[in-house]
């Protein structure tokens, strides 16, 4: 079983005004609404919003600028982003579990206080001290030094390998998100919110790439699960 994800989670944050007001502040003053639908139905736009308490939750490919997407538009996004919620927490999930792929990204006002990304039994990048919510899930298990290197062993399995880092990525992405919403990735289908393509542009190259069939175009679930 696997996950793909691209979400970012704020709190404490509100739609005050609702989603198209968050979207001028964002600097997309023409959006254009899809469907009103909840999260497990998400992607049918280029960007999802809705919230569940204290906690706004987006659903956008734009997400990446979070994880090395250089492109002019995720970059921007993220800065919008990051300025309009200065005093908020925000954080940014991403989930591929085809190619083992894994991230997330928390900012305290306005500042990066832990990032880890990594793919195929990887870590690319590590930064910042274990947030509680990573140790509260290594907390259940053994840690050893192996000639220098730090892994975990499951008491309650012994016979079991060792595990490090990656093998606890997609573990920390749902935990990171327990701790902004109350609950995992998973458990959050049924938050009601909006679709909407945030900008002209964005439909148009929507349109392109399906006409041209250049591009696999999904409306996968924010959450999307598979067998494999």
Same mark, same amino acid.
């Given at each position: ?86 005093? +908020?927490?925000? !954080?940014? %999930? ?8 894994? $991230?997330?990204? *928390? @900012? /305290? ?23 509680? +919510?990573?140790? !509260?899930? %290594? ?8 000639? $220098?290197?730090? *892994? @975990? /062993? ?38 009601? $919110? ?35």
């Amino acid at each position: 079983m696997g996950w793909i994800t691209q979400t970012i989670l704020i709190r404490p944050a509100g739609l005050d005004g609702g989603p198209e007001k968050l979207l001028a502040e964002l600097g997309y003053g023409s959006p254009r609404k899809v469907s009103e639908t909840s999260f497990g139905e998400a992607g049918a736009g280029s960007i999802w919003i809705g919230a569940i308490a204290d906690c706004v939750i987006l659903y956008t490919y734009l997400a990446g600028g979070f994880f090395g997407d250089e492109d002019r538009e995720s970059s921007e996004f993220k800065t919008a982003l990051l300025q309009r919620f200065a005093d +908020a927490d925000v !954080a940014a %999930l991403s989930l591929h579990s085809v190619v083992g792929a894994w $991230g997330f990204a *928390v @900012y /305290r006002r306005n500042t990066l206080i832990r990032h880890q990304d990594g793919y195929d039994g990887m870590v690319l990048r590590d930064e910042g001290p274990r947030l509680p +919510a990573e140790e !509260a899930c %290594l907390a259940r298990y053994e840690r050893h030094d192996v000639d $220098g290197t730090i *892994v @975990y /062993r499951d008491p309650a399995d012994p016979e079991s390998d060792d595990l490090s880092d990656p093998d606890f990525g997609e573990e920390f992405v749902f935990e990171v998100c327990r701790s902004f919403t109350g609950f995992p990735l998973d458990q959050l289908e049924d938050v009601k $919110g909006v679709n909407f393509w945030h900008s002209e542009e964005a439909e148009q190259l929507h349109m392109q790439r399906l006409a041209s069939n250049s591009v696999a175009i999904n409306s996968a679930r924010p959450w999307w699960k598979f067998w494999g």
